[in-house]
């Protein structure tokens, strides 16, 4: 894929090649309605603030148009609290956008407006019925595609995505249903280095992903701040939250740009951000 074939409207084969379009969709509407994840539990009682969330997000919006990035805002809709979170709604492989079926009965419906909008654009687009997968599950490296199993993603969705993707190397990664997403314990950076949070995963697993990149290992607080859920945008550059200090600092070490962007008041509801961001068109990584 070359960034000057205009043809190409949507590619996505790393998560590391240089973002050219995303989809973001304002947080207007957000808020703690159902307590569907360890985060939200704990910010319950407290609430998120609208306002202050909004003005974050436009900051991390304006922060990728100034890189660059062509970032596509999807209609917020008052039904739907969880719409910030646009990767879970769908990821793309290849030149494909795979929808996803959501797990959350409080989400049902985003994936009927993401299509819409992919109707409009006449973008190619695959809808995945029948079974549970959510992006925040789905990292690509190349060849290589790490799945998540979770309460958001079932077997029977990495089934039947490795029956459509027979070019493709899938392995399966189980967890914690506390961890949400795969992407909440685990991220790539560049071919040669990611992150990862130790001990929620099996031995095997583990000793798989250790063996393949230098892993940036997450404690335990920088976990539960979404130390790992950063968006790489290209050229080495990584958007991460300010407070995840000692992930920021060996990021850094190992010669990437580290971009801070607070939107802590967003990460109240589970997510940073990877899952406010879902990447249409991005530059062959490798």
């Known amino acids: 894929m070359n960034k000057n074939d205009q043809s190409i409207k949507s590619f996505c084969d790393t998560e590391y090649g240089k973002l050219v379009r995303v989809a973001l969709c304002e947080p207007r509407h957000i808020e703690i309605r159902d307590t569907i994840n360890e985060t939200q539990k704990k910010y319950a009682g407290e609430g998120i603030d609208t306002e202050l969330a909004m003005h974050q997000h436009k900051q991390f919006s304006k922060a990728l148009n100034e890189f660059g990035v062509d970032v596509i805002q999807l209609s917020p809709l008052p039904e739907h609290p969880e719409q910030v979170f646009t990767r879970d709604i769908a990821f793309t492989l290849g030149k494909t956008v795979f929808v996803a079926e959501m797990a959350q009965k409080i989400r049902f419906g985003e994936e009927e407006h993401l299509k819409t909008w992919l109707k409009d654009e006449k973008i190619s687009y695959y809808n995945i019925l029948g079974d549970k997968i959510e992006g925040g599950d789905i990292i690509i490296d190349g060849s290589n595609i790490y799945a998540g199993i979770s309460d958001r993603?079932?077997?029977?969705?990495?089934?039947?995505?490795?029956?459509?993707?027979?070019?493709?190397?899938?392995?399966?990664?189980?967890?914690?249903?506390?961890?949400?997403?795969?992407?909440?314990?685990?991220?790539?950076?560049?071919?040669?280095?990611?992150?990862?949070?130790?001990?929620?995963?099996?031995?095997?697993?583990?000793?798989?992903?250790?063996?393949?990149?230098?892993?940036?290992?997450?404690?335990?607080?920088?976990?539960?701040?979404?130390?790992?859920?950063?968006?790489?945008?290209?050229?080495?550059?990584?958007?991460?939250?300010?407070v995840n200090k000692d992930v920021n600092r060996q990021m850094r070490d190992r010669g990437f740009n580290v971009v801070e962007i607070d939107i802590s008041e967003i990460i109240k509801s589970g997510g940073s951000f990877r899952c406010c961001s879902m990447p249409i068109l991005r530059e062959r990584g490798i």
């Not at 029977?156 to 967890?175: K, N």
């Not at 949070?197 to 031995?203: I, L, P, Y």
Request: aromatic content about 12%.
């Open 153 to 242: 993603t079932n077997q029977a969705a990495i089934d039947h995505l490795e029956s459509l993707l027979p070019a493709y190397s899938i392995l399966p990664i189980s967890f914690p249903h506390k961890y949400l997403h795969l992407d909440c314990i685990f991220n790539i950076l560049s071919p040669a280095h990611a992150i990862l949070f130790k001990g929620a995963m099996n031995e095997f697993d583990e000793e798989l992903l250790t063996s393949r990149y230098d892993c940036i290992f997450v404690s335990e607080e920088e976990q539960f701040t979404l130390g790992t859920n950063v968006l790489s945008i290209g050229d080495n550059t990584v958007f991460s939250l300010s």
